[in-house]
């Protein structure tokens, strides 16, 4: 699903997208390397991709990329989405973060993958299989909150950069970092909700034994 969201993205079906992504300032290098895509705006465009490889349907309901409507008709669960894969710390891909394209201001703005048997949201920390030798390193790792930052940190040279993707940190997220440094920084985002994520993540840090900084952000929003 992964490749498939990628090659569409790099196709004139995904001109758009692409042109969004740029706008945001990733550079083709980056789209390439975190595989990014586009899901089109067709319920069955996955599954009949899937299909051709063999791939059965109750197979992509378990990987949560097709759902089942109550009259137990199969349709795509991501559309008219840029696709951003998870990885787990392998760099395996065991799920989705899906954001929309043209926003009608009705639907919501991101789609993630339900939980499954290979992917636990609380037990993945975003881009953790690309930061885990620089994070090693550098001895500390770097906090972000949205895809987007995590991203965008690394194609300015910050590699040791992950993002907790929206949900607190956890005593197994603290358990991954401690095997490789006990600095932490984090840079959540600026308003309300960052800086309550920053003060619950916060003192689990220390609670866990942690050495920590705040990254603040004047004049901007996030990183």
Known sequence: ?????????????????LEYLKNRGLSEQTIVKWQIGFAPEDFHALERALMQKGIKPEQMVKAGVSSR??????????????????????GETVGFSARIL??????????????TIIYNKSKIL????FAKDTIRKKDEAVLVEGQMDCISAHQAG???????????????GFAQLARLTKNLKFCFDADVAGQTATRRSGELALKNNFKLKLIILKAVKDP
């Open 1 to 17: 699903a992964s490749r498939y969201y990628h090659q569409v993205l790099m196709s004139k079906t995904g001109a758009v997208a």
């Open 69 to 90: 409507n109550e009259r137990g008709q199969m349709y795509d669960r991501f559309r008219g989405r840029i696709t951003f894969p998870i990885y787990n710390y392998f």
């Open 102 to 115: 043209n926003d009608d201001g009705k639907s919501a703005k991101y789609v993630n993958s339900p939980e």
């Open 126 to 129: 975003f881009g953790l299989n």
């Open 158 to 172: 910050f590699a040791n950069t992950i993002a907790v993707s929206g949900t607190a940190l956890n005593e197994y």
